[in-house]
């Protein structure tokens, strides 16, 4: 698997990267192997934006860490 | 919750607890007594198993907050179905009763977490799995106080957890999932927590009841158990773990094609209609049992999870163009 393939797999499996993505792409990027040359920062950056413009926001549902009580 | 949550000292026994459930009138109070109480009890005394046994649940939970494990939205809702039900029946609950029924799935939870833990190869100490004893004698004690032993109730005890333990020796067994697989081991592991609700039907002579309920619950757990085997799959795929949504993944990608790329193409798509038709079908199920915080809570459970799961497709189309770059890069 070679490193775009190892990105696209973070970014649809990891809501964390994904938000390292979005904070600091070129640190993103470096941590899976990836030289943020300014060509893929800006790729990568275009797909963020066109998310936002889907979702009106980037991060998913916190999955892990909520705590809504039950209705009850 | 916060300040109006009652607190119980490890010092203080069973029937003291007890009489502090009584006091504990809503269903987030309940439940908050009843996991402190579960954790107090272990840490009562000073022991090297309450030690290692502590010190495992602090790498699975936040001890000081147990019942947000227990109660928070993502949850399987293993208290407050008990608590539903019993409202559908009579209007109000008791709440000493519910406080032991959570008191008794709690204990039944860490029973089968340690089991898992230990059957899937996680780190676990051994002198962790000594209190299996200590959480199994705990899941059946309450129990006692509501039903003889001539009681319909332990034939649903004897029935119910021994599919739940079935299911996991089962599923042990497996490398790969068929569909078939997957309803009846996979999505069957949570079967025990359907005893709780059985205990609600034969303490108020309800057992018309729970065929309808036990029914719904299964149908539910297939969903929650998707949806996990959903948010693990990457990390089950690297850790050589297997599920049906990765055998799916293996069966029908291309020749070459990585899972993660399945998932991208077409596997997302997949998850998404099996959820919506196996939520649609919980939630007919639901409707029959006159229960409009069941209905609420499977509201929230759905909607949360379309959104998740639409969010992670439109990741997908933005990110597919990537692959594209890598393809460029390395024939550059």
New interface residues.
């Given amino acids: 698997m070679n490193q775009f393939e190892i990105l696209y797999q973070q970014a649809i499996s990891d809501p964390t990267f994904l938000a390292l993505l979005a904070s600091d792409t070129p640190a993103a990027l470096q941590s899976i192997g990836i030289d943020p040359t300014p060509e893929i920062v800006s790729s990568v950056q275009n797909a963020l934006a066109s998310i936002v413009a889907l979702n009106g926001q980037l991060s998913p549902p916190n999955i892990t860490a909520a705590a809504t009580p039950f209705v009850s | 919750?916060g300040s109006s949550v009652l607190r119980i000292s490890p010092q203080q026994p069973l029937r003291s607890s007890r009489n502090l459930f009584l006091r504990a009138v809503?269903?987030?109070e309940t439940a908050e007594v009843a996991a402190q109480r579960a954790v107090a009890d272990l840490s009562s005394s000073p022991s090297i198993l309450a030690k290692h046994t502590l010190r495992w649940m602090g790498t699975r939970f936040d001890v000081l907050r147990a019942a947000?494990y227990f109660?928070?939205?993502?949850s399987l809702?293993l208290l407050?179905m008990p608590?539903?039900l019993e409202e559908s029946i009579r209007g109000t609950v008791d709440p000493g009763f519910q406080a032991d029924l959570m008191y008794s799935t709690i204990n039944f939870y860490y029973f089968t977490r340690i089991l898992d833990d230990a059957m899937d190869g996680h780190a676990i100490e051994p002198a962790v799995l000594p209190a299996m004893h200590f959480f199994h004698s705990r899941f059946v004690r309450p129990y006692f106080r509501y039903f003889g032993l001539e009681s319909q109730f332990w034939g649903h005890f004897d029935r119910l957890p021994a599919m739940t333990v079935e299911a996991a020796a089962a599923e042990s067994t497996l490398h790969e999932f068929s569909a078939e697989e997957f309803l009846t081991i996979s999505a069957r592991k949570a079967a025990g927590g359907v005893l709780p609700l059985a205990a609600v039907c034969v303490r108020y002579d309800r057992t018309d009841l729970l065929g309808q309920w036990e029914s719904m619950f299964g149908m539910f757990c297939r969903w929650h158990q998707m949806r996990d085997d959903f948010?693990d799959?990457?990390e089950d795929a690297k850790a050589g773990s297997a599920s049906w949504l990765l055998t799916e993944a293996k069966q029908r990608a291309h020749a070459g094609e990585?899972?993660?790329?399945w998932?991208?193409r077409e596997g997302?798509a997949w998850v998404r209609s099996i959820m919506k038709a196996w939520m649609d079908e919980t939630v007919a199920a639901a409707a029959g049992l006159h229960c409009e915080?069941l209905m609420?809570?499977l509201g929230?459970r759905d909607e949360?999870f379309t959104?998740?799961i639409?969010?992670?497709i439109?990741?997908?189309?933005?990110?597919?163009?990537?692959?594209g770059?890598?393809?460029a890069?390395?024939s550059a």
């Fill in positions: 919750m809503n269903f987030q947000e109660t928070q939205l993502q809702p407050a608590w539903w948010l799959w990457n990585s899972v993660a790329a998932m991208g997302l915080k609420t809570y929230q949360e959104r998740l639409d969010r992670t439109h990741v997908a189309e933005a990110f597919r163009g990537l692959l770059v890598g393809v890069s390395r």
